[in-house]
């Protein structure tokens, strides 16, 4: 039976991996640790819920217009932090109090609107999510779905970064904007993107989230975790986040099991203090060097 | 650094004012009708929360996203204590204040090893892990019903009256601005600003960071746990939603608003976040993000706050507070 755990663990691991790599994203393109992801993805569920279930569009406009709300929402907040970090010199302590209020701006909004009582998002209208028995477990097309979307979102994030011009451009942003700039790198311009790719896979990662957990106000909370992922990680790098992500799945759903349901959601954060006392630096990275 | 300068004009000016404030407040119970007395209480107990979390912010430069908790923990440690250990309030509100001080304690071992951004989360993570162990330990806590609280008393006298109450709020908030003055005139004090400033360069002048980080922390728990326990006692009923992470944003906002770094800013802006919530209660519902807007304008625009911007005029006034 636990086999099961596990993989409901790693499908709640994948969740978290993905948003542990927009923050490892975001944080090696522009050195900003942003605490409003987690409303982001909130805003993700909700607006797939807003557009399928109360304006009643179809599936795929309801998610075209989720993905529109998610650039809409990217160029937002890019536009925030650009014009806080380069414009008026925000330092780095400051601005993570400005994706944080960033956040709590999102999230009181969303109350004001949609009040506290929580909503679903119905699986997608034909597709059988009863489990089926695999290879000696019981798993639900809906799960496998969204492990590989996930899986591919993260892929694709990579491959971005690693191989495409562009990304290339933002990691030479993050690297030093003044040189940047004299190789005629518009930090400016890479710094709006990373935001405005950053809400468009936020709000994939709360479609994705709302099957699993009831869209809430207070979702963002699973941001905060998949931070501790990220730290598993070495918060600088994206196959680190990952691995991340899904140790911090199965753990906290194992625990969930053995221990105590009631104080799941400590877990994360538990696993984020003993990281701290014995391996700032993640899994991975062998040495902390700090910038002076 | 003008700490050093015990006795110029700008330091006298900034007495009297206190003088001037003191007065005032003080006597503010004859000639106040008792709405006003509560909201006089509120300031009270969040100028006490909103200088020890500058301490903590505006002079060592770490950030605290757990002062909800901590403030949670002075309430609901004097309000255990006195309820359900049958203690006095005098001896359990201290107590509450030292318990306050040790949670700080525990949750800066490990998170200030690190600092920045880590020390953010992980006092975020410890404000949501107290809301947690405060729903579900119903045993000591009741859980989501909530604890009441009753009002000290001295022999058969009790505080009932909120007029009554001012003073002990007043005293403690006179006392405790007085302790964070000397605290950073003191050796700590210059160590928390040369912390801030540099941390290499403070490491390189001999001091060690983890341990004046920790001092800073535990002090400032203390006070917040103090104000917890007089919150309690105010409000006389507490319940887990009163210290979740909106308190502790709401605190972030009041230290940035008010000015990092300065007393008299911390006055200043527990005085003005305390009152327009209340001359805008028909807009109740918008508070949260109200103080999300004001949170972000400020850091971005005025990141010194109003006492940063009172200190840019003082061309026109021919007077500089200390900011």
Redesign the interface.
């Known amino acids: 039976m636990d086999i099961q755990i596990v993989i409901s663990g790693i499908v709640a691991g994948s969740i978290y991996a993905l948003i542990a790599v927009c923050f490892v994203i975001v944080y090696k393109a522009t050195q900003v640790?942003n605490?409003g992801q987690g409303e982001v993805v909130m805003i993700g569920a909700y607006s797939g819920i807003v557009f399928f279930s109360i304006v009643g569009l179809s599936y795929s406009l309801s998610y075209i217009m989720t993905i529109l709300v998610g650039i809409v929402l990217g160029v937002i907040m890019g536009l925030?932090c650009n014009?806080?970090q380069l414009k008026?010199k925000?330092n780095?302590?400051?601005m993570?109090?400005?994706t944080?209020?960033?956040g709590?701006?999102l999230?009181?909004?969303v109350?004001?609107v949609m009040g506290p009582n929580p909503y679903t998002l119905p699986p997608i209208p034909g597709m059988d999510t009863a489990p089926r028995k695999m290879a000696g477990v019981f798993i639900s097309p809906l799960h496998i779905a969204i492990i590989t979307i996930a899986l591919a979102i993260m892929v694709a994030l990579a491959l971005f970064f690693k191989f495409t011009k562009i990304g290339k451009a933002m990691r030479a942003s993050s690297l030093r904007i003044i040189a940047a700039k004299t190789v005629g790198i518009n930090v400016t311009f890479m710094f709006l993107l990373i935001w405005i790719i950053n809400g468009i896979v936020g709000v994939n990662i709360g479609l994705l989230l709302s099957p699993l957990v009831p869209a809430e106000t207070t979702m963002g909370?699973v941001g905060?975790k998949a931070?501790?992922a990220a730290?598993i990680g070495g918060f600088t790098s994206i196959p680190g986040a990952i691995v991340g992500g899904f140790i911090l799945g199965v753990i906290e759903n194992l625990s969930g099991f053995f221990i105590s349901t009631?104080?799941k959601?400590?877990v994360?954060?538990?696993i984020?203090?003993i990281f701290?006392?014995f391996r700032?630096t993640g899994l991975f990275e062998k040495r902390f060097t700090k910038r002076? | 650094m003008s700490n050093f300068k015990k006795t110029s004009s700008k330091t006298r000016f900034t007495y009297v004012v206190y003088l001037l404030v003191a007065i005032f407040f003080g006597t503010s119970p004859f000639f106040i009708d008792a709405y006003f007395l509560y909201i006089f209480n509120l300031i009270g107990i969040g100028v006490i929360l909103t200088i020890g979390l500058n301490l903590v912010m505006g002079y060592a430069?770490q950030?605290s996203l757990s002062h909800g908790a901590f403030f949670g923990m002075g309430a609901y440690g004097t309000a255990i204590l006195v309820e359900k250990l049958g203690l006095s309030f005098w001896v359990a509100w201290p107590l509450g204040g030292i318990l306050a001080a040790i949670i700080g304690i525990i949750i800066g071992l490990?998170?200030l090893?690190?600092g920045?951004?880590?020390l953010?989360?992980?006092t975020?993570?410890?404000n949501?892990?107290f809301n947690?162990i405060l729903i579900?330990s119903e045993g000591l806590t009741e859980g989501v019903v909530g604890l009441k609280v009753a009002r000290p008393r001295i022999g058969s006298f009790a505080f009932s009256e909120d007029a009554y109450f001012f003073y002990i709020v007043f005293i403690t908030c006179v006392v405790l601005i007085w302790v964070a003055n000397n605290i950073i005139n003191s050796q700590f004090g210059r160590a928390f600003n040369a912390i801030r400033e540099?941390e290499?360069a403070a490491q390189a002048i001999a001091i060690n960071l983890y341990e004046y980080k920790l001092i800073a922390f535990a002090i400032s728990a203390f006070y917040a746990g103090i104000a917890g326990g007089l919150y309690g006692s105010l409000i006389k009923f507490i319940d887990p939603t009163n210290f979740d992470l909106f308190l502790s944003?709401k605190y972030?906002?009041i230290v940035?608003v008010g000015g990092l770094g300065s007393i008299p800013g911390s006055l200043i802006g527990a005085g003005i976040m305390t009152v327009l919530p209340e001359l805008f209660r028909a807009f109740g519902?918008?508070q949260?993000?109200i103080?999300?807007?004001i949170?972000?304008i400020f850091?971005?625009?005025l990141?010194r706050g109003i006492i940063g911007l009172l200190s840019s005029l003082r061309g026109i006034f021919g007077v500089k507070l200390r900011a």
């Open positions: 640790v605490f925030i014009m806080a008026f925000v780095l302590f400051n993570f109090i400005v944080l209020a960033i709590f701006i999230k009181s909004a109350m004001l909370l905060i931070f501790a730290i009631a104080f959601d400590a994360a954060f538990i984020l203090i701290l006392l700032p002076v | 430069g950030i490990p998170a090893r690190v920045g951004h880590y953010a989360l992980v975020l993570g410890a949501e892990i947690l579900h540099s290499t944003i972030l906002a940035i519902d918008y949260h993000l103080y999300g807007f949170l972000l850091v971005i625009f990141p």
